[in-house]
Antibody, heavy 118, light 107 residues
Framework: QLQLQESGPGLVKPSETLPLTCTVSGGSISSGTYYWGWIRQPPGQGLEWIAN???????DYNPSLKSRVTISVDASKNLFSLKLTSVTAADTAVYYC??????????WGQGVLVTVSS | DIQLTQSPSFLSASVGDRVTITCRASQGISSYLAWYQQKPGKAPNLLIYAASTLQSGVPSRFSGSGSGTEFTLTISSLQPEDFATYYC?????????FGGGTKVEIK
């Protein structure tokens, strides 16, 4: 069974960079036509798609975050990563890594809560 | 961005009730719509994709319909484990977007 596991700091200071990693197990990140991505959910709020990437490259970003986000993939380690720069309190959220099958997200990590605070 | 409007945002229902949730898109999205269930403290779980296709392992009491701009999720007979928040999601255009959610609570 495919599993995704997020890792990253639980607390980040304002203006700093948030690094997140998603380790994929039970399947290869290089197989098939899947995309791999990130979705976030502020506490008590809805879901916001951040970015996705295919193992061969070609990332796509939400225009609302594009200037601050970088997504990358390391197929040799079977993981993908996200960096979000210049964070503010508005970036406080649970961050999920996901597998995108076609137009839907069929596997999700358990999520990691990231709080932006000094 | 395509806006998805779910209604109602909250509903109170009893075990055994038939429940219908609506999702309206700000422009046509063909059948590129999915539905998710989220329980407190957990990640969303895919229920329906391509508007009406049941994800493997999801009980048959869940069904989806619609195309274009109007979609529905129906639970034919609400079970105790179905009390949760439900989200629709479109991917006809980048960026993919989600509806605001419908919280289903016990009456």
């Amino acid at each position: 069974q495919l599993q995704l596991q997020e890792s990253g700091p639980g607390l980040v200071k304002p203006s700093e960079t948030l690094p997140l990693t998603c380790t994929v197990s039970g399947g290869s990140i290089s197989s098939g036509t899947y995309y791999w991505g990130w979705i976030r959910q502020p506490p008590g709020q809805g879901l916001e798609w951040i970015a996705n990437i295919h193992y061969s490259g070609s990332p796509d970003y939400n225009p609302s975050l594009k200037s601050r986000v970088t997504i990358s993939v390391d197929a040799s380690k079977n993981l993908f990563s996200l960096k979000l720069t210049s964070v503010t309190a508005a970036d406080t959220a649970v961050y999920y890594c996901v597998r995108q099958r076609r137009e839907e997200f069929d596997f999700w990590g358990q999520g990691v809560l990231v709080t932006v605070s000094s | 961005d395509i806006q998805l409007t779910q209604s109602p945002s909250f509903l109170s229902a009893s075990v055994g009730d038939r429940v219908t949730i609506t999702c309206r898109a700000s422009q046509g999205i063909s059948s590129y719509l999915a539905w998710y269930q989220q329980k407190p403290g957990k990640a969303p779980n895919l229920l329906i994709y391509a508007a009406s296709t049941l994800q493997s392992g999801v009980p048959s009491r869940f069904s989806g319909s619609g195309s274009g701009t109007e979609f529905t999720l129906t639970i034919s007979s609400l079970q105790p484990e179905d009390f949760a928040t439900y989200y629709c999601q479109q991917f006809n255009n980048y960026p993919p977007t989600f509806g605001g959610g419908t919280k289903v609570e016990i009456k």
